[in-house]
């Protein structure tokens, strides 16, 4: 049972455009939550965090919007570029807990 | 400052075979995970350990898997006998504490293949 799923596997953007990547989760109990990027062949780096008391976090281009209601959360890239291209993995993780839980990953390509 | 390191970077082995994972974290980090990815299940914690004490090892598929720290600066993945549904890509990652507000840093992963 995937707690926490990106439904696409895939996406491509034109360089300068907005990249939007999507996350949904199932467990209420999360409170925090991540996005990583990965390159071929690297580990996966931490990119941005959000906690539950907030709706937006922001850090340069990249932004994560979490609406609690719908248990959903997205990362936005403004703009895109093409060094973004990678895979993005969203994550989750409940207060009190070391487990982070992470979704399948979408592939962004960001096409000059 | 260096990252998390493993080794070896590929390992190609046959059936039944034993196959090692190593893993150095961060200098003072005090948890370490052991992951797996997959195409199908991304990625999966296998265990984790806080302090060199395993704390939970909930994610380990088979008690064909095992993993020791004997130290703060190592740890191994052992797999005996390996099977080819163990091939994946096993990452290692550590953090200062067990909060998971502690940013986890992976390192660059060890590829396993399973002939």
């Known amino acids: 049972d995937q707690q926490v799923k990106q439904n696409s596997p895939s996406l491509s953007v034109q360089e300068g455009r907005i990249s939007i990547l999507n996350c949904d989760y199932t467990n209420s109990m999360f409170d925090y939550f991540l996005w990583y990027k990965k390159y071929p062949a690297e580990g996966p780096t931490f990119l941005i965090s959000?906690?539950?008391?907030?709706d937006k976090n922001e850090d340069g281009r990249f932004t994560v919007f979490l609406n609690k209601s719908a248990k959903h959360l997205s990362l936005h890239i403004v703009p895109s570029q093409p060094g973004d291209s990678a895979v993005y993995f969203c994550?989750?993780?409940?207060?009190?807990?070391?487990?982070?839980?992470f979704g399948t990953g979408t592939r962004l390509k960001v096409l000059a | 400052d260096a990252g998390v390191i493993q080794s070896p970077r590929h390992e190609v082995t046959e059936m039944g075979q034993e196959v090692t994972l190593r893993c150095k974290p961060i200098s003072g980090h005090n948890s370490l995970f052991w992951y797996r990815q997959t195409m199908m299940r991304g990625l999966e914690l296998l265990i984790y350990f806080n302090n060199n004490v395993p704390i939970d090892d909930s994610g380990m598929p088979e008690d064909r898997f095992s993993a020791k720290m004997p130290n703060a600066s190592f740890s191994t993945l052992k797999i005996q006998p390996s099977e080819p549904r163990d091939s994946a890509v096993y990452f290692c990652?550590?953090?200062?504490?067990?909060?998971?507000?502690?940013?986890?840093?992976f390192g660059p992963g060890t590829r396993l293949t399973v002939l």
């Open positions: 959000i906690s539950s008391i907030k």
């Open positions: 990652a550590s953090s200062l504490s067990v909060h998971s507000t502690d940013t986890q840093y």
């Open positions: 994550a989750a993780s409940a207060s009190g807990t070391y487990k982070y839980i």
